[in-house]
């Protein structure tokens, strides 16, 4: 078997989708995209095309190493998103030609299914509670939400009171026992997550996610090794080498590699695997598209230490289209009881709607994050 050609279609709301074809006819799909960047993302996975045409799709170790180390320049976002979509469309070939999931090529499974949380409110976080209350009424039972609007290094009691009494109104709302995750999305600086931790403290938070940026975490990571409140934080780190030090700093609780963003199904096992060596948990970011949560669905099926998993359904990002639009069968991610079950067919264990695709491609996106500013007129953190 050969690869033939590579076609990425980049589609609403945010997403990039990767079309591998073989001279045998088998098709892989991969979601190669880094949000707000994904026309750059898709020119590398042109250029890196010169390495694939004609070559075996299932010699993956050796693709991706060839697709890392060949081009001497290495590693960020752009370069590890590319080669993750195209690691998932060569994984979701394998499997398919050999009739399994992408798991059972893997080791299989150590679960049947997973535990899935949803977003609540939006990058301002507002009415969290009254749609906390409806999702948990949907069945799932655990949510996450923005913590903050933007903060600056020292900032005032009313924006951390505002934080405090939107964590407290949704606890407040689901009760003792539905988990709720904080995002501060890396919109916090070191003197404000300190005070921010603290007053979270009694609220039995599931976790704290980016309190600081990772490249901050050295030198705070004695107030998060400190803090009763699990620490989650990666999906701006790309690479095993990128999470080797948070790792060994002994700040973070659970990592959140995006099998989209590092490399992935390949490389995002890798790092689960250096994580289970810490004791530390797997939750796999995927605020995107059917292929990113396929793909990141079969990594949980084998990783021992894989708690939670991100899913996308009815996020604010998702305007004009949602997670469900571009799949032949829906029904492969019908939650339940707070869980989904790990695809079981081929391959990812999903068929794409080509068609509906080609479609949606034709007008495309430009999607571009929001640009804050302080009320001084600097930048602030998004």
Known sequence: MKIVSMTTYQ???????????????????????????????????????????????????????????????????????????????LWDIKGKALGVPVHELLGGRVREAIKVYSWIGGDRPAETARAAREVVDRGFSAVKMNGTEELSYLDTWDKVDRCVANVDAVRQAVGPNIGIGVDFHGRVHKPMAKVLLRELEPYRLMFVEEPVLSEHVDGFADVLRNSPIPIALGERLFSRWDFKTVLASGAVDIIQPDPSHCGGITEARKIAHMAEAYDVGLALHCPLGPIALAACLQIDAGCYNATIQEQSLGIHYNTSNDLLDYLADPSVFAYDDGQVVIPRGPGLGIEINEEYVAERAAEGHRWRNPVWRHADGSFAEW
């Open 11 to 89: 589609v609403p709301p945010r997403w990039s989708f990767l079309k591998i074809e073989t001279d045998e006819g088998v098709t892989g799909w991969g979601e190669p995209v880094l949000e707000g960047r994904a026309a750059s993302v898709a020119a590398i996975v042109e250029e890196l095309s010169d390495y694939l045409i004609g070559k075996d799709p299932s010699q993956i170790e050796d693709l991706w190493t060839v697709l890392y180390r060949g081009g001497f320049y290495r590693g960020g976002g752009l370069h590890m998103s590319a080669l993750a979509g195209i690691d998932q469309a």
